[in-house]
């Protein structure tokens, strides 16, 4: 997930922009929007005829290559580690994993 908030408009037209994982500092993951199926207002638009897109939409589409489960060896996360995503131009997340109820 990475945070759109005022950035979407200016968003919508490019392509090619980096998208990017890291785990607790080490880069997992690295891809561009122009490897996607469909661009972002491509998906904005098509969503959009069908329900009122609100602040905070979660919208998910799929993950660049780098996949920790298809790396050899394997890499999973575990409580206590931090993933980092990012989007070129949108902004940086950070969450923390949690060992879970």
Do not use: C
């Not at 993951?29 to 904005?44: C, H, K, P, V, Y």
């Not at 939409?57 to 489960?69: D, F, H, N």
């Amino acid at each position: 997930l990475v945070p759109l908030q005022g950035a979407a408009k200016d968003l919508l037209g490019s392509s090619g922009l980096r998208v990017q994982s890291w785990v607790n500092g080490q880069e997992m993951q690295n891809g561009s929007t122009s490897d996607m199926e469909f661009q972002l207002g491509q998906i904005l638009s098509y969503l959009s005829q069908g329900t009122t897109l609100l602040p905070g939409t979660v919208i998910l589409t799929g993950t660049p290559p780098g996949v920790g489960y298809v790396r050899d060896p394997p890499v999973y996360l575990h409580p206590g580690d931090k993933v980092e995503v990012e989007l070129q131009f949108a902004g940086r997340l950070m969450n923390p994993v949690d060992a879970g109820p």
